[in-house]
């Protein structure tokens, strides 16, 4: 039986608007479209909605105007935001009573609405939970409520290192050991990587290998906000600050209080922003918007980027000395390109998540599709493989994923593009080729990549097939398919 999907609702009164976010949405959840405020209003009386996504100017009423009923009538629910710049004043005056998740700025990009959705319904999931929690703990006597407070922690403390997937002998080892170690210390750490590359991941595994694991872990992207709206959120503001601000409003760094907020994309911010984040970060005090008092807060800050921030502070675009304040230990993540070994571990986890989540049965990988997988560089990384395995579960009708199920671009880089940078050893880039029938195209992929690795394990099949993910009887059998038995160790 297929698992309940979440059900995001959004309102828009542009047709065409509203056939663009379905589009992009649907894949992952259900989808309810509204074309008005009375319309929205039946959807959230007949179903249990998990997202209110709603576009700012409708002609019935403004979408803050909308979702600060939703907020009083269906308070469980997410609201987000669809709005283009000229509205930010508006947005600000009702981020309080509205009680925004988010605020999405026009144009917007597929991916970061669909990751926005995602974030907000895993959200209102969490907070289900964690109120279903605190409930049966108030609930419990004592003796039970100690065992739950134990559970807990166990099972925070299992979470951190071991959810990142990654085969022995992963480029992930070396950055795992060196945060566990710096974990325990109360340091700011600054994530380097691509996008799409694992930073939110290794920063919440950071929080629960901490002595904070306790505390909140608090989330921001400081690229989908403009300043103003992000100082509210980060700082927080008085009531009265300015015009719609009629109730205090309590920042993610007072939330955050005892526990870790990370900062994602920070390399986006502005200088202003900039100077008030390290008063922050220095005083280790908020001042919330319209205040005269600042408040004390005990806050570890994880911050992560994409962008070379050396070069941005070179440049004058980032303040050297917020990035000396945030880098107090740097991790860089590897991109997906230079896992090869750890790709096939994590897209056949995917793969039966995915399935799972449709009400599949188990699913797995061809040995085609697999060679496709390895062959292809992923520029989106893991989020780039999470789409195409939620693509492949799509339009597979059996329970093996082959080749014609990926997309064409996954395809074309795969047979035409340039060899991954992870594939060059030792001097000598793995070519790939560029004429043959599919079949024999993707044997020379594979056969490249055996002999490259056993070479470099100098003939250790063992650790190969440790490495590829295949058993040392299987590695043999490849190897005498392509009569690569014979040893070829350098000198």
């Excluded at 100017?57 to 710049?85: A, H, N």
Aim: glycine letters at 6%; one cysteine or more.
């Amino acid at each position: 039986m297929a698992l309940s999907r979440d059900l995001i609702l959004v309102v828009d009164d542009e047709p065409q608007s509203l056939d663009a976010i379905r589009r992009t949405l649907e894949e992952d959840f259900d989808v309810a479209l509204a074309s008005s405020a009375d319309e929205a209003r039946r959807c959230l009386q007949a179903r249990e909605v998990s997202v209110v996504l709603c576009d700012q100017r409708m002609p019935e009423q403004t979408g803050v105007e909308f979702l600060k009923e939703v907020r009083q009538t269906w308070p469980d629910c997410v609201r987000i935001i669809v709005s283009g710049y000229t509205d930010s004043q508006d947005i600000i005056e009702g981020v309080n009573e509205a009680g925004l998740y988010q605020y999405l700025l026009k144009p917007w990009m597929p991916d970061h609405l669909l990751n926005v959705v995602r974030e907000a319904a895993q959200a209102r999931r969490l907070q289900t939970g964690i109120a279903h929690l605190d409930m049966e703990v108030r609930r419990a006597p004592s003796a039970l409520r100690e065992r739950l407070s134990q559970r807990r922690e166990r099972t925070a403390t299992a979470f951190a290192f071991e959810q990142i997937l990654r085969a022995e002998g992963s480029p992930l080892d070396a950055v795992c050991a060196l945060a566990s170690r710096i974990a325990v210390h109360n340091l700011s750490v600054l994530l380097l990587g691509e996008s799409g590359s694992g930073k939110e991941l290794m920063a919440r595994a950071i929080h629960y290998a901490s002595p904070r694991l306790q505390g909140p872990f608090v989330v921001e992207n400081c690229a989908a906000l403009a300043d103003t709206l992000l100082e509210s959120e980060l700082f927080g503001h008085r009531r009265g600050a300015f015009t719609g601000a009629y109730d205090d409003h309590v920042g993610l760094f007072q939330r955050a209080d005892g526990g870790t907020i990370f900062l994602d994309e920070i390399g986006e911010t502005s200088p202003l922003f900039q100077v008030k984040l390290l008063r922050v970060l220095e005083a280790r005090e908020v001042r919330p918007v319209g205040s005269t008092r600042a408040i004390q807060v005990d806050v570890r800050v994880i911050c992560a980027t994409h962008r070379n921030l050396e070069a941005e502070v070179q440049s004058g675009r980032f303040r050297e000395d917020l990035y000396y304040r945030i880098a107090e230990c740097t991790l860089q993540l590897p991109p997906l390109r230079e896992r090869l070994g750890d790709l096939a571990l994590i897209a056949q986890r995917l793969l039966d998540d995915v399935a799972h989540a449709n009400g599949k049965p188990a699913m797995r990988w061809s040995d085609a599709a697999l060679r496709c997988l390895l062959a292809y560089p992923w520029p989106g990384n893991i989020r780039e493989l999470r789409n195409e395995v939620g693509r492949a579960v799509a339009l597979s009708d059996s329970l093996v994923i082959e080749p014609g199920t990926l997309s064409p671009r996954t395809l074309q880089g795969t047979l035409g593009a340039p060899p991954a940078p992870a594939m060059a050893r030792g001097g000598e880039a793995l070519q790939l080729p560029r004429t043959g029938t599919l079949q024999e195209r993707l044997d020379a992929i594979e056969a490249a990549i055996l002999k490259e690795t056993l070479i470099r394990h100098r003939w250790n099949k063992s650790q190969a097939a440790l490495e590829l993910g295949v058993s040392r009887v299987g590695l043999r059998a490849k190897l005498l398919r392509f009569g690569l038995e014979t040893k070829e160790v350098p000198t």
